[in-house]
């Protein structure tokens, strides 16, 4: 069983930076995949980014360029740098975790585990 908590939503101006961390906790797949999802009010969650056991890396064309996806492998902790943020990037992001083909869809259906959430408010 793996438990996932993520913090630090917060709310920001347009054009701000946040950063998201993404605590594990359990036992883990050697072959995993991390990754962050959104979900706006009214809107279905989306995949945002995601990061593989290899450190491979995926992104949402709505964020490449702007968000980075990392990970700390010894303390089991992933990130995601927002920068650029816009009001569309407003939604409860979501830290999910599955194994590491899960990483190629980068959809909810790839992920075994899941946090609870972390809202992100981006104002105009």
């Known amino acids: 069983q793996v438990q996932l908590m993520e913090s630090g939503g917060n709310s920001v101006q347009s054009g701000g930076s946040l950063r998201l961390t993404c605590a594990a906790f359990g036992a883990t797949d050697n072959h995993y995949c991390m990754a962050w999802f959104r979900q706006a009010p009214g809107k279905e969650r989306e995949g945002v980014a995601a990061?593989?056991?290899?450190?491979?890396?995926s992104y949402a064309d709505s964020v490449e360029g702007r968000f980075t996806i990392s990970q700390d492998n010894v303390n089991h902790t992933m990130y995601l740098q927002m920068n650029s943020l816009s009001p569309e990037d407003t939604a409860m992001y979501y830290c999910?975790?599955?194994?590491?083909?899960?990483?190629?869809?980068?959809?909810?259906?790839?992920?075994?585990?899941w946090g609870k959430g972390t809202l992100v408010t981006i104002s105009s």
């Open positions: 999910a975790e599955g194994p590491a083909e899960g990483c190629l869809w980068l959809e909810a259906f790839g992920m075994d585990y």
């Open positions: 990061i593989d056991y290899d450190s491979w890396t």
